[in-house]
């Protein structure tokens, strides 16, 4: 899960959703499964007479889902539709975040936070993704045309954020028992009262025990297991992976020229931008397109999408493996300036504590974060239309696992931009380090 902090609401994104299967056994059965599998919050909402949930491994007050209030608000309630909004970091040197929802008829297929330098692809994604019309929504300067002008404020508004809260996923069953224990104290009198409330007291002394354990510093160990046990997506090997895959990807396709690819752990996919005069059209297009290349979809009267048949790998991270963060700055910086005069250029930030749930994020309890043995440190490479040349196959090249390690994870998407004499690309990184 993603949040971010706007006004009085902590705004939350990347949920995992889907339906409630009526014959997955029941919501009591499918909510055990949901909470099994760590996903201890949720929110829900209706559409076309169907439940829908998004689940999340946490809550906290005022924790509101940004996907749900899409769905809810009037502008997009139903429809198939894209919601981009970006927010502007307080940093001036720092990318801008983007909220960015996806409805297929009010049923969220897409709910996440992006750099602003990630819309795009984003955009081909989800074009791809939907393979048909789809409205445009939102607000902001880095997020391209959009056709209908919808602000943070006027989701928030209209989007029913009382009713979007994150709360403990519970089934009802213990309610219902509640209502029968009640029930039976009113029929077999005294005994079943003194026990109800027997009951009842145990209970309320198991969960202040449960919350009780649930210091910042234990929140803090589950979500570095949570965060340990998903795989990355290495730099080096996905720069790698592209690289080699699109060495004979066409640039010209009847009429049309290849304008930008980008390539994340949900797949690859390809941009072109319609030739002038001569350019040819859609239907020119997809009968000049490659077997293997996903569904063609129209984005505009001059852009088309598609798929790629490529797959970045993934590892699993391992503490063993990270590096020093000195070792690696002054490894990579040493390289960066030797290849300086050939135009090569990275940044990165200084080290910074990951993996911080969203209920202590930014709050006083994030300071005694720092001092739990297994807290995760990682400090952010950004490269920037550099020439794709720099990622060749050379002893020399920044990007070889040697200089820039093998548990530096891709941040967001790799993107390939082709303009008429240079193809360059841009990724982020995220370098794990030693404490």
Known sequence: MQTTRYGKHTLASGLAWSVLDPHGGGKHRQIQQWRSMGQTHGVAYEISGEEVYGRADAGGAGTVSVAAMAAKHTALRGKTALLLIEIASPNEEHESTVLAVGLNRGFVELDRQVYASDVASLRNQFASQIGKQYELHGDGDHIGEVENRL???????????????????????????????????????????????????????????????????????????????????????????VRDGLKDFPTVNAGWDLSKINCSADGCTALWLRMGAPGGTLDDFRAAARPD????????Q???????????????????????????????????????????????????????PPELAGGPQEAVLASVPEAIRAAEVSITTMPLWFADVDPDSPMQTKFIGAQTALLGDIQIDVASKTVTYSAKGLIHVQN
Request: glycine fraction near 8%; charge should be positive; aromatic fraction near 8%.
């Open 302 to 356: 001059t852009e088309v999408a598609h798929s790629i048949p490529l797959k970045l790998p993934t590892a699993t991270l391992n503490r063993q493996e990270w590096p020093v963060m000195n070792d690696w700055r002054d490894l990579n910086l040493a390289q960066w300036q030797f290849l300086a005069p050939g135009g090569w250029k990275a940044d990165l930030a200084q080290p910074k504590l990951i993996a911080v």
């Open 293 to 300: 290349w996903g569904p063609v979809t129209a984005i505009s």
């Open 151 to 241: 602000t943070l404020e006027e989701l928030i508004k209209g989007g029913k954020p009382a009713s979007v809260k994150l709360a403990p996923l519970r089934s009802g069953r213990l309610a219902v028992i509640a209502i029968a224990a009640l029930a039976c104290a009113g029929i077999g009198g005294g005994l079943w009262v003194w026990w109800g409330a027997h009951t009842e007291a145990r209970r309320l002394a198991a969960q202040a025990e449960l919350e009780a354990s649930k210091t910042p510093q234990v929140l803090y160990q589950q979500a570095v297991a949570q965060y340990l046990a998903k795989p990355i997506v290495p730099l080096a090997d996905a720069v790698a992976v």
